[in-house]
T-cell receptor, first 114, second 109 residues
Framework: DTAVSQTPKYLVTQMGNDKSIKCEQNLGHDTMYWYKQDSKKFLKIMFSYNNKELIINETVPNRFSPKSPDKAHLNLHINSLELGDSAVYFC?????????????FGSGTQLSVL | DAKTTQPNSMESNEEEPVHLPCNHSTISGTDYIHWYRQLPSQGPEYVIHGLTSNVNNRMASLAIAEDRKSSTLILHRATLRDAAVYYCIRYSNDYKLSFGAGTTVTVRA
């Protein structure tokens, strides 16, 4: 049973479209995250949520709107997609969000904007 | 902002130990040192973490200098499956694990 699962694995779309990526964790964790890995392979944190509340927003454009319907889910909706949004997006979770905890990552969603 | 310094790349032979250095000279007393790795086309994977004492688990060992300004990740016997990018992270702020460039480890058969 996959601990952190994201769908879809691949997403190809046109500029200007709106798309969503879903993430679910079955670990009973309180904290979930979204990361973006660009073509240069740098991993950047985008958002952190704890118990459905936004904790960290790393100056991400407001075209990106995360939504957490419950603790186990953190979905990422992206409006008006741009070429620069092409990247691999990773969801992750940790127990409470503290520095002494490990993060569990999903396998990623490769987004290609044409 | 990971605020750590790692070599860009390292090579190792299969079955031999790998020592991956990391410098975090500006670390504060409450910062944890985390290591993650990312295999090709996969998500990052937790390896090990520590605060002050050396740590061991089934994947690796973490040796932390007494002054905590540096640490070394030790893979005891490298296998081809250990070829990955290894990230040393100074975890300073709760909820915000920030990655740097990492060390690309190549394992020769």
């Amino acid at each position: 049973d996959t601990a952190v699962s994201q769908t879809p694995k691949y997403l190809v779309t046109q500029m200007g479209n709106d798309k969503s990526i879903k993430c679910e964790q079955n670990l009973g964790h309180d904290t979930m995250y979204w990361y973006k890995q660009d073509s240069k392979k740098f991993l950047k944190i985008m958002f952190s949520y704890n118990n459905k509340e936004l904790i960290i927003n790393e100056t991400v454009p407001n075209r990106f709107s995360p939504k957490s319907p419950d603790k186990a889910h953190l979905n990422l909706h992206i409006n008006s997609l741009e070429l620069g949004d092409s990247a691999v997006y990773f969801c992750a979770s940790s127990q409470y969000g503290g520095r002494g905890e490990k993060l569990f990552f999903g396998s990623g969603t490769q987004l290609s904007v044409l | 902002d990971a605020k750590t310094t790692q070599p860009n790349s390292m090579e190792s032979n299969e079955e031999e130990p790998v020592h991956l250095p990391c410098n975090h000279s500006t670390i504060s007393g409450t910062d944890y040192i985390h290591w993650y790795r990312q295999l090709p086309s996969q998500g990052p994977e937790y390896v090990i973490h520590g605060l002050t004492s050396n740590v061991n688990n089934r994947m690796a060992s973490l040796a932390i200098a007494e002054d905590r300004k540096s640490s070394t990740l030790i893979l005891h016997r490298a296998t081809l499956r250990d070829a990955a990018v290894y990230y040393c992270i100074r975890y300073s702020n709760d909820y915000k694990l920030s990655f740097g460039a990492g060390t690309t480890v190549t394992v020769r058969a």
